[in-house]
């Protein structure tokens, strides 16, 4: 879609969150010309990638009286992809020079945090957030968009925005798996998103259900402590079983828990657990957001949404960053919100309601011919780059390059075959290289790539 012929339009636009996506979204509102206030609930940016050593004092997060803490991050946590991939296109994820730092190729999440604010002093974006400052009602208003806030101070007056750009993330509201039983059932429970240390889990036998990237990561930190760490996953076949290095068992789904203690799982096996940890992931939620029933999240899926921003009826006045899980993930923040920024202006068009809702529909149909579960819609996976490329397009960025992509693919590949060594031992320093020759070449990095191929290790 060519850029439309119209002048361009200077909007006022609240941003909600400042983690990655709102630093982004906000980077490239106020580079197209728009004026900017992002709204976040904690002292600094960062959002996720805040650590704090405190968890919810619900430990599943069920008691909606809960004191909730925004961050899932665990003391022990390193990325699950390689820095280069990560990084924003024209803002390199390298290692900086700097004792205090972490050079390694998957650092830390302190590391992470440290380049968002590297990334917002960069471009000056923490003059335009309200810390501290909580958003508890969005509305469309005659056209225009109104926002209640609250702080130490009590509630806001009520602000008028010309649009909104939900950046609010989706990793604080956890899922839980079905357990048959689990209510007579007298160990203890927690979500992963209430994780920190493996300390007190000492001695203790504990079931941990999920084995993706932050199943597999706890499941081995609990293991240093843990007697036993019992592994359930529903990707495994209902007669799975497998003896770990360590104190690992690798099981297929839960069958039933019983009031005895015991859990019991589909390939027979019975432990009796002191606790069950569920890496399950999370559900999308939007609390603040009234929209008369528009907008609502259906077995997890935020709908009606084009092309996982838009919401068509709302558009352009509405839109969210980073609902698309895992991958390229600073990346699509930048480029969805160079797409956002685009609209706003009337720089770039969108198709009309109706035509949004057709594509809508279809690509809904597509899943459902694929079986892909609705819980899934918002999961890209191969599709990814395809989906990323189209977006750049409508706003005239570039395609994501070979080797970011291929970070990706050959990242989650070691992943899966090699959990607990993938990021310290890997075979793609050809992707690397080729990653630090781009920088260079586009003099975003000034000294030699050679450098960082060596620090990596």
């Known amino acids: 879609m060519a850029p439309a012929q119209n002048p361009i339009s200077s909007k006022h636009v609240a941003v909600i969150g400042a983690g990655a996506a709102g630093l982004a979204a906000a980077r490239e509102l106020h580079r197209e010309g728009h004026s900017v206030v992002v709204f976040d609930r904690e002292k600094q940016v ?11 004092s619900d430990p599943i997060s069920l008691d909606p009286t809960r004191s909730i803490v925004h961050s899932s991050v665990y003391e022990s946590l390193r990325t699950n992809l390689p820095r280069e991939c990560m990084g ?5 994820f390298v290692p900086r020079d700097d004792v205090s730092r972490d050079p390694r190729r998957y650092p830390s999440h302190r590391e992470v945090l440290a380049y968002l604010e590297d990334f917002a002093r960069e471009f000056e974006i923490e003059e335009m957030v309200r810390f501290e400052t909580e958003v508890v009602r969005v509305e469309p208003v005659n056209g225009k968009w109104c926002i209640r806030s609250k702080n130490s101070g009590g509630f806001s007056d009520d602000e008028i925005f010309d649009a909104v750009v939900v950046c609010s993330g989706h990793y604080a509201e956890p899922n839980l798996a079905h357990i048959p039983g ?4 007298p160990g203890k429970q927690i979500h992963s998103h209430n994780y920190r240390l493996p300390e007190p889990f000492k001695d203790e036998v504990v079931v941990v259900i999920g084995n993706f990237a932050s199943g597999a990561d706890i499941s081995r930190d609990i293991s240093k402590f843990a007697k036993e760490v019992h592994i359930a996953s529903r990707a495994n076949g209902s007669d799975a079983y497998e003896k770990l290095p360590g104190n690992l068992w690798m099981h297929s789904q839960i069958d039933v828990a019983r009031k005895d203690g015991s859990i019991v799982f589909q390939n027979g096996k019975v432990v009796h657990a002191d606790t069950i940890v569920h890496c399950t992931g999370y559900k999308y939620y939007f609390p603040f957001l009234e929209t008369n029933g ?11 949404l084009y092309k996982h921003v838009f919401s068509p009826a709302l558009a352009p006045g509405l839109s969210f960053i980073g609902l698309p899980a ?7 923040f930048e480029v969805q919100s160079k797409w956002v920024a685009a609209v706003l202006s009337e720089r770039v068009t969108l198709p009309s309601v109706d035509n949004m809702m057709e594509d809508l529909m279809l690509s809904y149909e597509t899943l459902d011919a694929l079986n892909i579960p609705k819980r899934y819609t918002h999961k890209l996976g191969k599709s990814q780059c395809e989906y990323l490329n189209w977006i750049a397009e409508q706003c005239g ?13 050959r990242g989650y590949k070691r992943l899966g075959s090699q959990p607990e060594t993938f990021r310290d031992e890997w ?5 690397m290289e080729e990653a630090y020759e781009d920088f260079a070449r586009q003099n975003l990095i000034t000294f030699h790539p050679s450098r960082f191929l060596e620090s990596g290790r």
């Open 46 to 56: 960062g959002g996720l990638w805040i650590y704090s050593p405190k968890a919810e």
């Open 88 to 92: 924003f296109r024209d803002f390199p």
């Open 182 to 185: 689990i209510e007579t059932w």
């Open 294 to 304: 528009y907008m609502s999240v259906d077995d997890n899926r935020v709908e009606p």
């Open 326 to 332: 895992m991958g390229l993930q600073f990346y699509m």
């Open 397 to 409: 960025f570039p395609h994501v390059e070979h080797w970011r992509d291929q970070e990706v693919v």
């Open 427 to 431: 075979d793609d320093d050809d992707l």
